[in-house]
Nanobody
């Protein structure tokens, strides 16, 4: 069982930056693929990016070049650095853990989810 707790959300102006963190419980954090998803009001949850156990990263086209995912296995934490934020980035952001990196861009690939943290970008 893995418990995930996100933090770092908040209100930011367009063009600004935020860094989200996701702290995980358990002693096998380094073996998980860690993903970030987001869900805006009235929309489906969508893939943002992921980092594999080998620290390979993949991103959605909408955030590529602006968002960066990293992990610190010693701290059981994964980060989402978000730069050049725009209004379309407003959403609840969720981290998730998967045993496998297969189909990393799908919700079904992930076994554990955090409760989410809200990011609101103002104009």
């Amino acid at each position: 069982q893995v418990q995930l707790v996100e933090s770092g959300g908040g209100l930011v102006q367009a063009g600004g930056s935020l860094r989200l963190a996701c702290a995980a419980s358990g002693r096998t954090f380094s073996t998980y693929t860690m993903g970030w998803f987001r869900q805006a009001p009235g929309k489906e949850r969508e893939f943002v990016g992921t980092i594999t156990s080998g620290s390979t990263t993949y991103y959605a086209d909408s955030v590529k070049g602006r968002f960066t995912i990293s992990r610190d296995n010693a701290k059981n934490t994964v980060y989402l650095q978000m730069n050049s934020l725009n209004i379309d980035d407003t959403a609840a952001y969720y981290c998730a853990a998967a045993y496998s990196s297969r189909m990393y861009y799908t919700i079904a690939a992930y076994d554990y989810w955090g409760q989410g943290t809200q990011v609101t970008v103002s104009s």
